[in-house]
């Protein structure tokens, strides 16, 4: 079953939430970002939603958030395990005080943690399937054949998601996906929306300034995690044609990740000092606006998106996007409004990049449009859809 768009429904009363994720702020990625998007607008949709997440050592109190105790995953060091008893006992705890329904964000302990609620206290449970995990866990477990970590992601997803009364899916790429592997269990495609005024008044002029990049030089920007699955290393195989074209081109990469000391060196190697830039993590509400709107083109090579935030970010900004057409960013990209899907081949995607960034008629026009479709993905209306689709599970299963 799927449903391309979620019909708003009306407001009936008041819904208590209890969402569970393996993953939130400090910790910076898109599960996080669409967490945190979603929670902000759905208070006014008379949602209220309670949060599980682990603790981290960095402190970062966020509202209405039951942090729990957890510890380093060896292999993947940026995120957490959270101790199942203390998950427990805290999930437990909040669903004796009242909810309604229980949407899992993450399919590890978060998972299992919110379907044993969900069954305890007779809701409903959905989960969001943000990540392609059968392409991203080969990265984080190298001495693995591939073929088996695969096989063993799609048999894991699959049957995480046949255990859910409904699952989220962010692009029809990923809803495509999960039907290949045999999910049965209800699919709805509801991307995350982006507060889309957040990052429509950046002051570029500002961030040059800060950063030591002359005022006329042209940028190509990176906004990410700096995590190999990224697709990085091609983006810098690109330059190497780029900077050809256009000498004076400049590749910024915003963001901090596990891939970082990897890319330095490949930069390093390449001749590229002078032309890839490592600005490092950037404010979402402070810094990355200004980043945004310092650029001339946003350029983007990943193949394992299951939707591409940040893509509506730079759209949101004015900044025409340069991008590879794959899984969950082709339905931001397929409308060509804004953007200029790139060959899927460094030394084409090169060529084509130092071509448009030079060709500043074709940016004007390019920047109208990206912020016109931004405006179709604005966050407070995938939060109406949210909450239309908590109330029909709610009330199918009352």
Same mark, same amino acid.
């Given at each position: 079953?799927?449903?391309?768009?979620?019909? =708003? &429904?009306?407001?009936?009363?008041?819904?208590?939430?209890?969402?569970?994720?393996?993953?939130?702020? =400090?910790?910076?990625?898109?599960?996080?970002?669409?967490?945190?998007?979603?929670?902000?607008?759905?208070?006014?949709?008379?949602?209220?939603?309670?949060l599980i997440a682990p603790d981290y050592p960095e402190r970062h109190d966020t !509202?209405? &958030?039951?942090?729990?105790?957890?510890?380093?995953? !060896?292999?993947?060091?940026?995120?957490?395990?959270?101790?199942?008893?203390?998950?427990?006992?805290?999930?437990?705890?909040?669903?004796?005080?009242?909810?309604?329904?229980?949407?899992?964000? &993450? =399919?590890?302990a978060?998972?299992?943690?919110?379907?044993?609620?969900?069954?305890?206290?007779?809701? !409903?449970?959905?989960?969001?399937?943000?990540?392609?995990?059968?392409?991203?866990?080969?990265?984080?477990? =190298?001495a693995l054949p591939r073929p088996w970590l695969r096989a063993a992601a799609r048999r894991i997803a699959t049957g995480q998601c046949n255990d859910l009364n409904a699952v989220v899916v962010p692009s029809r790429a990923m809803h495509d996906t999960l039907t290949g592997y045999g999910v049965t269990a209800p699919l709805h495609v509801l991307p995350t929306g982006i507060p889309v005024h957040s990052f429509a008044s950046g002051n570029g002029v500002a961030f040059?300034?800060?950063?030591?990049?002359? &005022?006329?030089?042209?940028?190509?920007?990176?906004?990410?995690?700096?995590?190999?699955?990224?697709?990085?290393?091609? %983006?810098?195989?690109?330059?190497?044609?780029?900077?050809?074209?256009?000498?004076n081109l400049l590749l910024v990469i915003a963001g901090e990740g596990p891939a970082l000391p990897t890319l330095r060196r490949q930069a390093t190697a390449a001749g590229l000092d002078g032309n890839v830039r490592f600005v490092g993590y950037l404010d979402r509400q402070t810094e990355?606006?200004?980043c945004y709107a310092a650029a001339d083109v946003f350029a983007f090579a990943s193949r394992t998106e299951t939707q591409g935030l940040v893509l509506l970010?730079?759209?949101?900004?004015? %900044? !025409?996007?340069?991008?590879?057409?794959?899984?969950?960013?082709?339905?931001?990209?397929?409308?060509?409004?804004?953007?200029?899907?790139?060959?899927?081949?460094?030394?084409?995607?090169?060529?084509?990049?130092?071509?448009?960034i030079g060709n500043r008629y074709q940016l004007d026009t390019l920047s109208a449009e990206a912020r016109d479709h931004a405006l179709e993905w604005a966050a407070p209306a995938r939060a109406r859809q949210l909450a239309g689709l908590y109330r029909s599970l709610v009330a199918s299963t009352t």
């Open positions: 079953m799927v449903r391309t768009m979620l019909t =708003p &429904t009306r407001r009936t009363r008041f819904l208590r939430v209890l969402m569970i994720s393996d993953v939130y702020f =400090p910790r910076i990625n898109g599960v996080s970002t669409s967490i945190e998007t979603f929670r902000a607008d759905l208070v006014a949709e008379g949602i209220q939603v309670r !509202p209405a &958030t039951w942090r729990v105790p957890s510890r380093r995953i !060896p292999f993947d060091p940026e995120d957490r395990l959270m101790h199942w008893q203390p998950l427990k006992h805290t999930a437990n705890h909040l669903a004796t005080e009242g909810i309604d329904l229980i949407h899992v964000q &993450t =399919p590890f978060a998972h299992y943690a919110g379907t044993r609620t969900a069954r305890r206290h007779k809701v !409903p449970v959905l989960a969001t399937y943000h990540t392609h995990f059968e392409e991203y866990i080969a990265h984080y477990l =190298p040059r300034s800060r950063h030591g990049i002359p &005022t006329e030089r042209p940028v190509a920007l990176f906004v990410g995690r700096v995590a190999h699955e990224k697709n990085i290393t091609f %983006l810098i195989d690109a330059m190497i044609t780029a900077v050809k074209i256009q000498p990355l606006p200004d970010e730079a759209m949101a900004a004015g %900044l !025409p996007v340069f991008a590879l057409a794959e899984m969950g960013t082709r339905d931001i990209l397929d409308a060509e409004r804004g953007a200029v899907i790139a060959p899927n081949d460094p030394v084409a995607f090169g060529n084509g990049l130092a071509i448009m």
